[in-house]
């Protein structure tokens, strides 16, 4: 973060200082974790549902923070500190990164979808990343926090930015967009992640569009072509359309799925052609490419430094990341998240992997509504029906996933927690062994894929 003195800050938040003073120097962090307090920081206390970060502005204080915004007052304020007082501190920090982002003339492109974002992330900053120095989204910080303070992370060497923009009900989009006013908006898919809270499909892409509302007149729409809501959209935008289908202004064309190792693919755009090697399995992975390619050219980047981006990509956390273990042992650690088309994704890529036995590890989807119960009964049956030797259900919602398996025909074994099941895929995942480990982050499936590890690494 560039310095930004007091009262720039003042100006930005339309706070109140409330003990000036000479010579307070600028701020150059920001922090809302009193626990991890950078020195000199200004620390912004965050107000949840069960908790009041005001309660911890000494701690902060005296952990090394210059000063703070609060919308309670302190009942002291020590000298050596600075106080600015703001209505509301969740607002404030969104206004201070938006007023921060507006130092920086530099290309903005800001991502949603329902599944893939953060792949499509990842991929548009590795191809930008071939020529510019690229500002991403960290680890999952694409809410109403990680979005402003990854904006305040921009420096003087950024020469684009690629914001990864997450929701789960409406207006969040909109409230982040607002910060963000991208010059390029993305949306990877509208599927059925969040429908709990929005209703229907429809729903959320209505949600999904309001990245458009703060995207620039002259910016640039760029859509999955082969999301059959998305192609609803007529947008008063350039819009740019990637996908397989016939109408798509960017195809994918010539696709080879290496399993494991990856997948080949042409992409056609009105510019070039593009021999892709994507280092990541699924087929999927071609529509972040694709994207990634439309991007790129609107960038100005060149034939040879996108080839070189797409093939430099590297999954983040917990998505499809590919573990080899001792003996053959395989663990497909896609356990970050889980909605039905991304286990429906990663059980496919288990399908086509080549080894001797598949072991599908799946545990609860969250936010589904009404499509709770079929949901996870049709992911079960899927699996059987895909061939996948041993289904391992854990949860409550995944005892319908263990319904869908056995009616298909399928092996099944359900459990209530992952600490019940972990002997037994510890046995399960023998020599020769590809293991499939799924579920909705709240299931904590990480702990899962550490304990294979300390069995088998």
Same mark, same amino acid.
Request: net charge negative; proline share 4%; glycine share 10%.
């Given at each position: 973060?560039?310095?930004?003195?007091?009262?720039?800050?003042?100006?930005?938040?339309?706070?109140?200082?409330?003990?000036? =003073?000479?010579?307070?120097?600028?701020?150059?962090?920001? @922090?809302?974790?009193?626990? $991890?307090? /950078?020195?000199? @920081?200004?620390?912004?206390?965050?107000?949840?549902?069960?908790?009041?970060?005001?309660?911890?502005?000494?701690?902060?204080?005296?952990?090394?923070?210059?000063?703070?915004?609060?919308?309670?007052?302190?009942?002291?304020?020590?000298?050596?500190?600075?106080?600015?007082?703001?209505?509301?501190?969740?607002?404030?920090?969104?206004?201070?990164?938006?007023?921060?982002?507006?130092? *920086?003339?530099?290309?903005?492109?800001?991502?949603?979808?329902?599944?893939?974002?953060?792949?499509?992330?990842?991929?548009?900053?590795?191809?930008?990343?071939? $020529?510019? =120095?690229?500002?991403?989204?960290?680890?999952?910080?694409?809410?109403?926090?990680?979005?402003?303070?990854?904006?305040?992370?921009?420096?003087?060497?950024?020469?684009?930015?690629?914001?990864?923009?997450?929701?789960?009900?409406?207006?969040?989009? =909109?409230?982040?967009?607002?910060?963000?006013?991208?010059?390029?908006?993305?949306?990877?898919?509208?599927?059925? /992640?969040?429908?709990?809270?929005?209703?229907? =499909?429809?729903?959320?892409?209505?949600?999904?569009?309001?990245?458009?509302?703060?995207?620039?007149?002259?910016?640039?729409?760029?859509?999955?072509?082969?999301?059959?809501?998305?192609?609803?959209?007529?947008?008063? *935008?350039?819009?740019?359309?990637?996908?397989?289908?016939?109408?798509?202004?960017?195809?994918?064309?010539?696709?080879?799925?290496?399993?494991?190792?990856?997948?080949? @693919?042409?992409?056609?755009?009105?510019?070039?052609?593009?021999?892709?090697?994507?280092?990541?399995?699924?087929?999927?992975?071609?529509?972040?490419?694709?994207?990634?390619?439309?991007?790129?050219?609107?960038?100005?980047?060149?034939?040879?430094?996108?080839?070189?981006?797409?093939?430099?990509?590297?999954?983040?956390?917990?998505? #499809?990341?590919?573990?080899?273990?001792?003996?053959?042992?395989?663990?497909?650690?896609? @356990?970050?998240?889980?909605?039905?088309?991304?286990?429906?994704?990663?059980?496919?890529?288990?399908?086509?992997?080549?080894?001797?036995?598949?072991?599908?590890?799946?545990?609860?989807?969250?936010?589904?509504?009404?499509?709770?119960?079929?949901?996870?009964?049709?992911?079960?049956?899927?699996?059987? #029906?895909?061939?996948?030797?041993?289904?391992?259900?854990?949860?409550?919602? /995944?005892? $319908?996933?263990?319904?869908?398996?056995?009616?298909?025909?399928?092996?099944?074994?359900? *459990?209530?927690?992952?600490?019940?099941?972990?002997?037994?895929?510890?046995?399960?995942?023998?020599?020769?062994?590809? #293991?499939?480990?799924?579920?909705?982050?709240?299931?904590? *499936?990480?702990?899962?894929?550490?304990?294979?590890?300390?069995?088998?690494?």
């Amino acid at each position: 973060m560039q310095p930004m003195t007091i009262p720039e800050i003042i100006s930005a938040v339309d706070g109140t200082w409330l003990n000036p =003073r000479e010579g307070a120097a600028p701020v150059t962090a920001v @922090c809302t974790d009193s626990r $991890k307090i /950078a020195p000199g @920081c200004l620390f912004l206390p965050w107000v949840g549902e069960r908790f009041d970060g005001h309660d911890f502005i000494d701690k902060a204080l005296d952990a090394g923070a210059a000063g703070c915004l609060c919308a309670r007052r302190p009942e002291t304020l020590r000298p050596d500190k600075f106080y600015i007082q703001v209505a509301d501190t969740r607002l404030a920090l969104r206004a201070l990164a938006s007023a921060y982002r507006d130092r *920086f003339a530099i290309p903005f492109v800001q991502v949603t979808g329902s599944v893939g974002k953060t792949t499509t992330k990842e991929m548009l900053a590795a191809v930008l990343g071939a $020529k510019l =120095r690229v500002l991403k989204t960290p680890e999952n910080f694409n809410n109403d926090i990680g979005t402003p303070l990854t904006l305040l992370g921009l420096g003087p060497e950024h020469q684009a930015a690629v914001i990864e923009t997450g929701m789960n009900h409406f207006g969040e989009i =909109r409230y982040l967009g607002e910060m963000v006013r991208p010059d390029i908006a993305v949306i990877s898919n509208i599927g059925d /992640a969040h429908i709990e809270h929005l209703g229907s =499909r429809e729903g959320i892409l209505k949600a999904k569009s309001e990245i458009f509302e703060n995207l620039k007149p002259e910016g640039l729409a760029v859509l999955n072509g082969d999301d059959a809501l998305l192609n609803t959209l007529d947008l008063p *935008f350039r819009t740019v359309r990637c996908g397989r289908s016939e109408h798509c202004a960017v195809r994918v064309t010539d696709m080879a799925d290496h399993g494991v190792a990856g997948i080949t @693919c042409t992409v056609v755009s009105p510019r070039d052609t593009y021999h892709l090697t994507i280092p990541a399995p699924g087929e999927h992975m071609a529509y972040s490419a694709a994207i990634a390619v439309a991007v790129g050219e609107e960038l100005g980047l060149s034939a040879e430094e996108i080839t070189r981006g797409v093939a430099s990509y590297e999954p983040a956390g917990s998505r #499809m990341r590919v573990l080899r273990l001792r003996d053959g042992r395989l663990v497909l650690d896609d @356990c970050y998240n889980a909605n039905p088309q991304s286990v429906t994704a990663a059980l496919e890529i288990l399908a086509k992997t080549e080894c001797g036995r598949k072991v599908a590890v799946l545990g609860d989807m969250g936010e589904l509504g009404d499509l709770t119960d079929q949901a996870h009964y049709n992911m079960g049956a899927l699996a059987a #029906m895909l061939g996948i030797d041993e289904v391992v259900a854990i949860g409550a919602k /995944a005892e $319908k996933i263990a319904d869908g398996a056995a009616q298909s025909g399928g092996s099944v074994t359900h *459990f209530a927690t992952k600490e019940e099941a972990v002997h037994e895929l510890t046995e399960q995942l023998g020599t020769d062994t590809a #293991m499939l480990v799924k579920a909705s982050h709240a299931m904590h *499936f990480g702990w899962i894929v550490e304990q294979l590890k300390q069995a088998y690494d």
